[in-house]
T-cell receptor, first 117, second 107 residues
Framework: GAVVSQHPSWVICKSGTSVKIECRSL??????MFWYRQFPKQSLMLMAT?????????EQGVEKDKFLINHASLTLSTLTVTSAHPEDSSFYIC?????????????FGPGTRLTVT | RKEVEQDPGPFNVPEGATVAFNCTYS??????FFWYRQDCRKEPKLLMS???SGNEDGRFTAQLNRASQYISLLIRDSKLSDSATYLC????????FGAGTRLTVKP
């Protein structure tokens, strides 16, 4: 099956710093990538959808200037949490879809656990 | 109304029991339906797609009812290893996740 990796898997940072999370599709080209966050004991919340070479589409309530998404190639998308605060501490998961739009099976990365102190 | 709704549970069942989850969706134009399984602190993994004609994979059976806008997942002969959160996912150019139903299978 298709493999998606994320890096780092776990990061602790101080309040006010920025953190970049990478999401890579290892053995396929992902037309569309998605970024989710998940709080403890809650479901995934879609943050944004990105298609290679175009600007990400953010969900309502997600600050695009705070969560910068870059999808520069068909195998790499990055999420940068700028000026992180403790309330940004969460589990961030990316997924990739073969089909544009993403209404096809999604392949998930292992997630990145962010803790902001 | 949420786009995708699930009973959060928890469902606590003994080994060997049959358990069923339902999931309702609000967008009648939805085209794709899936059940994902998520273990604690891990990423979701696809359990099965849900087809209009219904589909079965071993102990798992998924069904779609377009008229009533719900999908279901039936697990027969529950195993301890089935303990997880089951996420209903509905797609129409994007994917919407339900809140998940927590299942605990006890010996």
């Amino acid at each position: 099956g298709a493999v998606v990796s994320q890096h780092p898997s776990w990061v602790i940072c101080k309040s006010g710093t920025s953190v970049k999370i990478e999401c890579r599709s290892l053995d396929f080209q992902a037309t569309t990538m998605f970024w989710y966050r998940q709080f403890p004991k809650q479901s995934l919340m879609l943050m944004a959808t990105s298609n290679e070479g175009s600007k990400a589409t953010y969900e309502q309530g997600v600050e695009k200037d705070k969560f910068l998404i870059n999808h520069a190639s068909l195998t790499l998308s990055t999420l940068t949490v700028t000026s992180a605060h403790p309330e940004d501490s969460s589990f961030y998961i990316c997924s990739a879809s073969l089909r544009e739009g993403g209404d096809d099976e999604q392949y998930f990365g292992p997630g990145t656990r962010l803790t902001v102190t | 109304r949420k786009e995708v709704e699930q009973d959060p549970g928890p469902f606590n069942v003994p080994e060997g029991a049959t358990v069923a989850f339902n999931c309702t969706y609000s967008n009648s134009a939805s085209q794709s339906f899936f059940w994902y399984r998520q273990d604690c602190r891990k990423e979701p993994k696809l359990l099965m797609s849900v087809y209009s004609s219904g589909n079965e994979d071993g102990r798992f059976t998924a069904q779609l009812n377009r008229a009533s806008q719900y999908i279901s997942l039936l697990i027969r002969d529950s195993k301890l290893s089935d303990s997880a959160t089951y996420l209903c996912v509905v797609g129409n150019n994007d994917m919407r996740f339900g809140a998940g139903t927590r299942l605990t299978v006890k010996p």
